[in-house]
């Protein structure tokens, strides 16, 4: 077991002067971050390009880094002003999740189609969701972020956020039945 600095730590380092740091950082959350961007924007070379933009300026901006601000909520504030440069310089609308990936091992080809299916029907219907709650539910429920953290980087209290998020997760799951040619279940 490696005894690594926490985060906050690492970047108090990396703001005075210590770039290395940068590094670990990058190898702790290169992987969230993409597949943050992958689940806003539904294009892999997109989100790898956003990433390295997101590492970019925690490099340029890293003496705005406070000490006693989660490096975490302050990292995904600098994803979503990386994510809305992007979004307004790319002004035609985007389809989330068109790629399909197929898995190396397969079960029966009528549990993958189906399995696929399914899917692709989560991420159209992720992809239909106003930008906002979309966020909301990539923040909480793919990158596990918890309410408190992402109110703080929403500027609101949890509770907001849990309203939020339920709310959205309320109109994906209508959204979705919606795609799938049946009717939501009530309750």
Not at 32 to 43: D, H, I, Q, V
Not at 69 to 94: C, G, L, Q
Request: net charge neutral; glycine share 6%.
């Amino acid at each position: 077991m490696t005894n690594s600095p926490p985060d906050d730590e690492l970047m108090l380092e990396v703001r005075s002067g210590d770039l290395r740091k940068l590094g670990v950082l990058f190898e702790r959350y290169q992987m969230p971050l993409f597949n943050f961007f992958l689940r806003m924007t539904g294009e892999r070379a997109a989100s790898e390009d956003l990433v390295q933009e997101v590492f970019f300026r925690i490099l340029r901006y890293r003496q705005t880094f406070k000490e006693g601000t989660p490096f975490v909520t302050w990292m995904y504030r600098i994803a979503r002003n990386v994510h809305a440069d992007r979004f307004r310089k790319v002004s035609r609308e985007v389809g989330i999740g068109e790629e399909e990936e197929r898995s190396a091992t397969q079960p029966s080809a009528a549990e993958s189609l189906e399995s696929e299916q399914e899917a692709a029907l989560v991420r159209r219907a992720l992809g239909k969701l106003p930008e906002d709650r979309r966020e909301l539910l990539v923040l909480s429920r793919f990158q596990n972020l918890k309410y408190e953290e992402i109110g703080e980087l929403l500027g609101c209290q949890a509770g907001a956020v849990k309203v939020r998020v339920f709310r959205a997760l309320r109109e994906l799951r209508e959204i979705y039945f919606e795609l799938r040619g049946g009717v939501a279940a009530v309750g």
